[in-house]
């Protein structure tokens, strides 16, 4: 059984509970999503826009204390917490500024008929599977263009954050939004096919472990429900050149670091060229060593706690693990004795890539660097994944970082920055790191019907 609880990822102590929803009430919230859909849907598109940015502007007017509350829950320190706020009310004023445009009738040659034409029209009711290392922004995502769609949504966030997932409903509500149209719900994960088999529930979201995204895409598989899923990633940042290599390391150690490293399009694999090699681990450890690990609101904090005491005790292990299958740690990887979930930033090379590091994802803040013979070899290394979220390319030729960029297996590659999104660009991933598109006009596409009418005279 999950258990909702705000346990304060920087001093370890529970600080509220909350109690999961019985399975037998949950179809009492698909009763209410469903008859606040039938309503919803015929609201004009301009009034669901004026209530998302009445939403962005409470978002504003409320970064501060929404900061607070994730980084209790998860430890996210202050300066990021106020960008993810910020982003969820960009999202918001994006969505209801390009609904119009992405949602209106599509026109299609009449292909022997009178006219033919496609109208984009909401499913129905959605649930959406969260996680905890953006607490905010995963759902903003994922529900605010849903919301402009028409669709209404049952929205299940990660046991750690409940807090901040009832924050969104309220500020959703004070905003003018239909009750039933979004419910917070504390719902069991086992509980999800409760959900998913009910007709009435058309399509899930789902940001999280490979894990829990094939048991519930299994689960909606059985049920034909749509379904976007945001898995893990094992991304590249492949460095080809640089004429400021101390810069540049600084700058990816600080980029692996954000979040304590919790982030799914982290640059979890640094590959560098042979001859900026041993220079850019010299400076990686540097940097890793000179970032301050404190309390999230520690004005001075580089990197805030892991978001749980077995999050953290995990990453170690796998470290741990890491170095004796041969990998060399340069420093760091090791618990903190203070309370909290605290550890100290890991540099780690000579990982094996058929190694279960080099392999598979780890979720923390260890800075792992490659060696590459050459361009070849990086393109290689890049592309040595079952994953494929996010890449980057980093050079100050931009026509050769093109070239390379357009043969990087990934659904989405960055030159000359990494782990960036916004509302107006896709963001998904293919292979193991799961299948659909959120941002921009993907998001409005996901989860409507693409009705088709012709008209015969």
Known sequence: ???????????GEVEEEFASVPVEEIPAYI??????????????????????????DLVDENADEMTDIIGREMGKIKKQGLGEVDKVARTARWMADNAATHLSTTHLAAAGAASSYVEHQPLGVLLGIMPWNFPYNQIARFVLPNLMVGNAIMMKQASICPKSSQYFEDLLTEAGLPK???????????????VLKDFRVKGFSLTGSEGAGASVAAIAAKYYKRAVLELGGNDPAVVLDSKDVPALAQKLVGLRLSNAGQVCTSPKRMIVVDDLYDEFVAEAV??????????????????????????RDEIIAMIEKAVADGATLHTGGKKLERPGWFMSPAVLTDIDPRSDLGCNELFGPAVMIYRAKDEEDALRLANDTE?????????????????????????????NSHMESGPEYPFGGINRSGYGRENAQWAFQAFTNEHLIRVHN
């Open 180 to 194: 039933g149209v979004y419910q917070n719900i504390y719902l069991d994960s086992s509980h999800a096919e409760e």
């Open 1 to 11: 059984m999950s258990k909702f609880a705000v346990t304060n990822a920087n001093t």
């Open 31 to 56: 009763d209410r999503a469903h008859e606040a859909h039938l309503a919803w849907k015929e609201t004009p598109l301009h009034e669901r826009a004026t209530i998302l940015r009445k939403f962005a």
């Open 387 to 415: 994953y494929g979220l996010m890449s980057s390319v980093w050079t100050d030729d931009l026509e050769k970082g093109q070239e390379f960029a357009k043969k990087v297996n990934a659904g989405m590659t960055l030159i």
């Open 286 to 311: 540097k940097a890793a060593e000179a970032t301050k690990v404190s309390d999230f609101d520690d004005p001075e904090v580089g990197m805030g706690p892991v978001s749980s005491e077995g999050a």
